[in-house]
């Protein structure tokens, strides 16, 4: 079992009920052969920093789990089909030092409270300017 | 010039911190790391050791994939306000 982080963005133009069940969908296809998911964090909708098949904003979401190298091949093969996933990252954590970063963040995700130095907070960030964005 | 005076201390912000991982969700924690472009800044003005520089750099990457911070800020694709929520 490695430790990895999937961060994916899904489209803006689908409801709160779309965007649910797309990321439940890929916690199912990381769980599916074994995965386990350790900590999710919601980074919720925000603006992208450039233009993707004419999005201005995307939904955010990370998960931070362990899993087979094989799973993340699979899981990587059902976003790369899904049309409603702008953009992704996998990120692998090999090295002993960048396991225990991934051990606090995973800590620091499941009680915000206790960690003490700039606990991240999710910015939700319901954009201003909604309205002005191209819902293309 | 007003920007090499900006970086006049060299020393390295992240081994003051002990940092051993940065994530590259949290992108105003390399702001200092990025020129009013969107470049990556060089070691010789921020001060980053070798080490944390290749952690930065690998960090803005994935934020540039992840559409997180921009590639790049020109004039056809002008940011009014760059770091605007980060
Ligand atoms: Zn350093």
């Given at each position: 079992m490695t430790h990895y982080e999937l961060l994916f963005v899904i489209k803006p133009t689908h409801t709160q009920e779309e965007i649910d069940a797309h990321i439940a969908n890929v916690k199912a296809s990381i769980e599916k052969d074994g995965g386990v998911i350790a900590a999710t964090q919601n980074m919720g909708m925000r603006k992208l920093a450039y233009e993707v098949e004419k999005h201005n904003r995307g939904y955010y979401t990370a998960y931070y789990f362990t899993a087979k190298p094989a799973t993340i091949i699979e899981v990587e093969r059902l976003i790369r089909i899904?049309?409603?996933?702008l953009k992704f990252m996998t990120v692998k954590y090999a090295k002993k030092k960048e396991i225990i970063a991934w051990e606090t963040a995973v800590k620091r995700l499941n009680n915000?409270?206790?960690?003490?130095?700039?606990?991240?907070?999710?910015?939700v960030e319901v954009a201003p300017e909604a309205t002005a964005d191209s819902e293309a | 010039m007003a920007e090499k005076r900006k970086y006049k201390?060299?020393?390295?912000k992240y081994c003051e911190t002990k940092t051993d991982y940065i994530d590259f969700?949290?992108?105003?924690?390399?702001?200092?790391?990025?020129?009013?472009?969107?470049k990556i800044m060089p070691r010789r003005l921020t001060g980053n050791c070798k080490r944390h520089q290749d952690m930065v750099t690998i960090a803005i990457k994935r934020a540039r994939q992840t559409a997180m911070i921009p590639y790049i800020v020109d004039r056809q694709n002008v940011v009014t306000n760059p770091f605007e929520g980060l």
């Open positions: 899904n049309e409603s996933i915000p409270h206790s960690a003490k130095e700039e606990a991240v907070a999710p910015k | 201390k060299r020393y390295c969700k949290n992108v105003s924690s390399f702001k200092f790391s990025l020129s009013e472009r969107f």
